[in-house]
């Protein structure tokens, strides 16, 4: 019974795309014609994909402001450049933490922290940092996040918006560097070809 409920639970979290299959815990890379300003080159990190839609964050977009302005209880916690990160477009006033366990730590039964693939955790930021700090390599804040409804992002990856990769748990807390290409970089060619794709076309 036990598998067949987890099976039934996988099919509602994962769809499949040709090969291509997004769930919680997989990368979303922008193509390298998608240029609208909030996805250009990008790294989406799904939180959740089910029938109500999808929704994840932007790994790699920090914004000037720093962490202990805003949140100043977890930026000792935080991954540098310890900054708030820009999530995605929506909802841009509340924040959410993702971290990555340190391995051999235990989350189980952990109060304010669910897992979301992996070593890769959401955190409640009402939660306290202390009772966390020594199960987590950092801590990741941002503002916003990046939301699809249902069927939408399907309709992008048939226009070849994206490409669904899979994560590394060190991903979160990527942070000087340019990710897009470290992602790209590490795939099979010529997948990995892309990497080498001009920031701005006209610098080529």
């Known amino acids: 019974m036990a598998r067949a409920e987890e099976h039934g639970d996988r099919s509602r979290r994962e769809s499949r795309h040709e090969d291509q299959v997004v769930r ?9 014609d998608l240029v609208e300003p909030s996805f ?3 790294v989406v990190y799904i939180l959740e994909h089910n029938d109500g839609g999808t929704w994840g964050v932007v790994l790699n977009k920090p914004s000037d402001t720093p962490l202990n302005d805003v ?9 540098g450049p310890r900054a708030l990160y820009i999530g995605g477009p929506v909802k841009r006033d509340a924040a959410l933490c993702l971290a ?10 952990l109060a304010g922290v669910r897992r ?11 939660s306290d940092p202390d009772t966390i700090e020594h199960l987590v390599e950092g801590v990741r804040v941002f503002a916003g996040y990046a939301g699809w ?18 994560a590394l748990p060190s991903d979160p807390l990527a942070g000087r560097g340019d990710l897009w290409a470290q992602v790209l970089r590490r795939q099979p060619l010529p997948l990995s070809l892309l990497a080498t794709h001009p920031i701005e076309l006209e610098r080529n």
């Open 24 to 32: 919680p815990g997989t990368l979303l890379v922008s193509a390298t």
């Open 40 to 42: 250009r080159r990008s």
């Open 71 to 79: 949140l100043p209880a977890w930026s000792e916690l935080a991954a």
């Open 100 to 109: 990555t366990i340190k391995v051999g730590a235990s989350i189980a039964g």
């Open 116 to 126: 979301v693939d992996g070593r890769v955790a959401l955190i409640d930021l009402d």
């Open 149 to 166: 409804t249902f069927g939408q992002l399907e309709g992008e990856l048939d226009r070849g918006d994206w490409i669904v990769l899979s």
